[in-house]
């Protein structure tokens, strides 16, 4: 199976993109064993290490 691509977009700010996207990615790593890769564009950067 190839690579899927799911993007969260909203231009309002602190409607709980990272929140959704972080859980959404440890859901799919865990339960559906996939290799998930999030990449945060966000100026804040709230799912950066």
Do not use: E, P
């Amino acid at each position: 199976m190839g690579a899927r691509v799911i993007a969260f977009t909203n231009f309002k700010g602190g409607v709980g993109k990272t929140a959704n996207v972080v859980n959404i990615g440890a859901v799919l790593a865990k339960y559906h064993d996939r290799k998930v890769l999030i990449v945060d564009l966000d100026a804040q950067a709230n799912a950066s290490l």
